[in-house]
């Protein structure tokens, strides 16, 4: 009576390229030869299962939940923006991503703003034209203008970014303009200070974060 292979995932080396030798058609359904192929089949199958997590517990064919070894590189998303009145539950799509962000720090060593971005994402340049505010171009632009922004400085007293209408600069897909406003401190300033980095001292470093979230 003949026995069932369940496939041996040990058998398989990750992105080794797959080579099955296919039996002569003369050969019959049970003959010795068709044995090498099936059983590396069966083996490619195992592997699949164990390695990419293509199937869930409930033994159903899903998107892997878990990676033992990571995912390498920068994995583009290809799905569809869902509309906004879809529902999710601990879903990641699209629109769920972050689409940019920058940490900062502007100093003013002689009388004139100088700007370093620290770390960030999708940041083309920032800019400080007109001493109150900052314009924001992007590397790859959103998708539309309807974009949110949150962001906050580090220190006291602490400042809200704010796209404001401080500088020239215009909303829309690829800049915008944020301004800083103080939000009320111990002391009782604020808010609605709006930070002026011309006039900011010589020995101060205003540090800032901020996050964008849209459709791209």
């Known amino acids: 009576m003949p026995t069932n292979y369940n496939g041996n995932d040990g058998a398989v080396t990750a992105r080794a390229a797959v080579q099955i030798s296919v039996p002569a058609d003369a050969d019959p359904q049970n003959a010795a ?39 390498a590189g920068n994995t583009p998303l290809t799905g569809s923006n869902p509309v906004h009145t879809t529902g999710f539950t601990n879903t990641l799509t699209p629109a769920s991503l972050a689409k940019a962000w920058c940490f900062g720090t502007v100093t003013n060593p002689s009388g004139t703003p100088v700007m370093t971005i620290n770390a960030g994402l999708n940041i083309a340049s920032i800019t400080i034209p007109g001493g109150s505010g900052f314009t924001v171009t992007f590397a790859t632009p959103m998708a539309n ?37 103080q939000v009320a401190d111990s002391s009782g300033g604020g808010p609605g200070t709006l930070f002026d980095f011309d006039v900011m001292g010589s020995s101060n470093a205003f540090q800032f974060g901020f996050c964008v979230m849209g459709i791209q």
């Open 145 to 181: 203008p309807y974009y949110w922004v949150m962001g906050q400085s580090r220190g006291s007293p602490s400042y809200l970014a704010v796209i404001t209408s401080v500088n020239p600069a215009v909303t829309n897909e690829s800049t915008f303009p944020l301004g800083w406003y």
């Open 33 to 71: 030869a068709y044995n090498p192929a099936l059983q590396e089949l069966a083996d490619i199958a195992d592997h699949l299962e164990t390695k990419a997590g293509l199937i869930d517990v409930a033994s159903t064919w899903t998107v892997a939940q878990t990676f033992s070894g990571g995912i």
